[in-house]
């Protein structure tokens, strides 16, 4: 009988020995805040009524939860960048990579001095305050979760980011819309005769909007688009003397390019 409860002991404690071992082992899926996610940041333009604007990236940063943990995500691609060249579909990828699975708040773009604006065949000192420090803030709310590919656009409303200041002078303070790429759906389409006229392309559903220019072949791209149906507003210089031309009710649906028919313009 003695012999039966030791046994009987030994047992519970192999159990409990292989259990807990097994826990300790358990796969990171369990909890998607264990981890590593994949994580894409591409950067894109909206319009501004500028030469160039060059900011100067040096890191992307994230923060996770309220808990004030940032992290930078390393292995960034820095460099100068033109913003008003990010058009038509073309992006300037920042990131790809592996990142630390678990809910993103924000994601901060960390720039160097080497920041300019060009005007009138003029280039000026562009002032980023607190951007070399803390970084241009962009809010987001993201889970991202073990083993998942997930794609951000970081979208610069160039013309709504440049102050001009009254002794001459430019300050960048950004207005920049975040958005992930799956899940979204964009519009694209051509515009002729390319490059004669600055040309750019609104779409609104009465509660979003986004907008961007033609690039030189007279492709325009509007990405990162909620779902659902849009006005889309061709917007012409204003030396032309056109009146804006509405293609209504186009339908943007997850994960899908919307392609419009081409317009010609009659200039």
Do not use: H, W
């Not at 899926?29 to 100067?56: C, H, I, K, R």
């Not at 460099?79 to 708040?105: P, Q």
């Amino acid at each position: 009988m003695i012999k039966n409860v030791t046994n009987l002991a030994l047992i519970m404690l192999l159990a409990v020995v292989v259990y807990s071992c097994s826990d300790d082992d358990s796969n990171p899926n369990d909890n998607p805040n264990n981890g590593t996610a994949q994580l894409s940041v591409q950067m894109v333009d909206a319009p501004g009524d500028y030469e160039a604007v060059y900011v100067d990236v040096e890191d992307v940063v994230v923060k996770y939860g309220d808990d004030e943990n940032e992290i930078s995500v390393g292995n960034v691609n820095a460099g100068i960048y033109n913003l008003l060249e990010l058009t038509g579909g073309v992006t300037a990828e920042l990131f790809d990579g592996e990142v630390e699975a678990g809910n993103i708040k924000q994601i901060r773009l960390i720039l160097g001095g080497d920041n300019t604006i060009v005007v009138d065949g003029e280039t000026y000192p562009l002032a980023t305050p607190s951007a070399q420090q803390s970084g241009l803030k962009v809010n987001v709310d993201m889970d991202l979760e073990y083993e998942e590919v997930y794609d951000v656009v970081l979208d610069f409303d160039v013309d709504a980011s440049i102050v001009e200041q009254g002794n001459g002078g430019y300050t960048l303070k950004p207005v920049i819309r975040a958005e992930q790429v799956i899940g979204t759906g964009s519009i694209t389409g051509i515009i002729l005769p390319a490059g004669v006229v600055q040309t750019s392309v609104t779409a609104t559903n009465g509660t979003f909007e986004a907008t961007s220019y033609t690039n030189t072949d007279g492709t325009f791209t509007l990405m990162a688009l909620p779902v659902g149906t849009y006005d889309v507003t061709i917007n012409i210089a204003e030396e032309v003397n056109l009146p804006p031309i509405t293609i209504p009710d186009v339908e943007v649906n997850a994960n899908a390019e919307t392609t419009l028919e081409t317009i010609e313009l009659e200039l």
